[in-house]
Nanobody, 124 residues
Framework: QVQLVESGGGSVQAEESLRLSCAAS????????MGWFRQAPGKEREGVAS????????WYADSVKGRFRLSQDNAKNTLYLQMNSLKPEDTAMYYC?????????????????WGQGTQVTVSS
């Protein structure tokens, strides 16, 4: 049974940083696609960043390029999202997701497995 557990959310001021973690279990981590998505109140869920765990391919939303960075610890089956220079518009519930390839971030990529989410609130 695939399980994704997010942590690391919180409340910060604008320009501060947070690092989200997603601990995966119940499947073979390497060789999967993993990503971060977010949903703000009253808005549709949007893709933030994703990667292929067995390669070097990464995808980022334009709104976070240069500020957010993915990393992973394959030994711990954990995906990280380093978020720097946070803005109030980054405020949302952030979800970790996983699925088998092909990997990507656009509307055509549907992730099967989801975590419960971690809240990120950025105040100005």
């Amino acid at each position: 049974q695939v399980q994704l557990v997010e942590s690391g959310g919180g409340s910060v001021q604008a320009e501060e940083s947070l690092r989200l973690s997603c601990a995966a279990s119940g499947y073979t981590y390497s060789g999967y696609c993993m990503g971060w998505f977010r949903q703000a109140p009253g808005k549709e869920r949007e893709g933030v960043a994703s990667l292929y765990t067995a390669g070097s391919s990464t995808w980022y939303a334009d709104s976070v390029k240069g500020r957010f960075r993915l990393s992973q610890d394959n030994a711990k089956n954990t995906l990280y999202l380093q978020m720097n220079s946070l803005k109030p518009e980054d405020t949302a519930m952030y979800y970790c997701a996983a699925d088998a390839p092909p990997c990507g971030l656009g509307p055509g990529y549907v992730y099967k497995h989801w975590g419960q989410g971690t809240q990120v609130t950025v105040s100005s």
